[in-house]
């Protein structure tokens, strides 16, 4: 890149994201400066209080924050919606069909992070932590830490669950398949704890993390996989392993990668 391209912030954008796998975020970019009515992303930087190199950033990581959506719209009178899909009314006031899928958004680190704004804006952040759970044998995978968080709308949540109580995790494994099959992601809501028959939960046994179909039976809970070739798991619920068990939570929704 030249020096005369990398002094013109609309030159870098046009040259940086021409391949397939640029052109959302490009997009995206652009809806944003229209929204609020600049000509460049440096006025987008300006307009955020953020600096130009955070705006190279995310386009370095192909990925937007979500406060970015939400201080545009808080400050204007865009859809987030919009702002964030391309599609539907681009302000807000306007009759707009309901969505019957979440916008989710790929929240970064402080200080981009903003959970403070998302509520007024109409998004919840839901927390992404490390452990994995197993669609298998089980795993070890237990760690709680938070690894990131996506930003849902309320509303959506609130028709599946209670989403302060939710978390997202990932699926290892193949024992779910094909209803949920290796590194999918699931929201699970840790208000659900009350066993369902039939439902999909989370559970944890000992130090392991699984995802499967439950059933109770007199003094038993039996955790049911997809595959066939997995066989049904019994635990004795009088037991010495039914201290242990714990109803994480229920899996309300789950996503999937094509590419990655």
């Avoid at 009759?95 to 019957?100: D, L, S």
């Avoid at 003094?219 to 619920?237: F, W």
């Avoid at 939570?249 to 789950?254: A, C, E, K, L, N």
């Amino acid at each position: 890149m030249t020096d005369k391209n990398r002094d013109n912030p609309a030159s870098d954008f046009s040259s940086d994201f021409v391949s397939e796998s640029r052109k959302e975020f490009d997009a995206t970019i652009q809806r944003m400066v229209q929204a609020i009515r600049g000509n460049s992303p440096d006025s987008l930087a300006s307009f955020l209080e953020i600096s130009k190199d955070a705006i190279y950033k995310a386009g370095r990581a192909n990925k937007i924050p979500p406060a970015w959506f939400l201080q545009i719209g808080k400050k204007t009178n865009i859809s987030i919606d919009w702002l964030v899909t391309g599609e539907g009314v681009m302000e807000r006031g306007n009759a707009e069909a309901t969505r019957t899928t979440p916008s989710i958004v790929p929240a970064d680190e402080p200080p981009y992070m903003n959970p403070e704004a998302a509520p007024a804006m109409g998004y919840t952040l839901v927390p992404k932590v490390q452990a994995r759970l197993a669609a298998g044998t089980g795993s070890l995978e237990t760690e709680g830490e938070v690894i990131g968080y996506y930003a849902f709308k309320t509303d959506f949540l609130r028709r599946k669950g209670l989403p302060k109580k939710m978390v997202l995790m990932d699926v290892a494994g193949d024992s779910m398949e094909p209803v949920l099959i290796d590194r999918d992601t699931v929201l699970i809501d840790e208000s659900q704890s009350a066993i369902i028959s039939g439902g999909l939960f989370a559970v944890g046994i000992e130090h392991e993390v699984f995802v499967k179909y439950l059933d109770r039976v007199p003094g038993k809970l039996i955790l049911r996989s997809r595959n066939e070739r997995y066989a049904p798991v019994e635990v004795d619920m009088n037991g010495q392993l039914s201290e242990s068990v714990r109803i994480i939570g229920r899996v309300v929704w789950s996503c999937r990668e094509y590419v990655r």
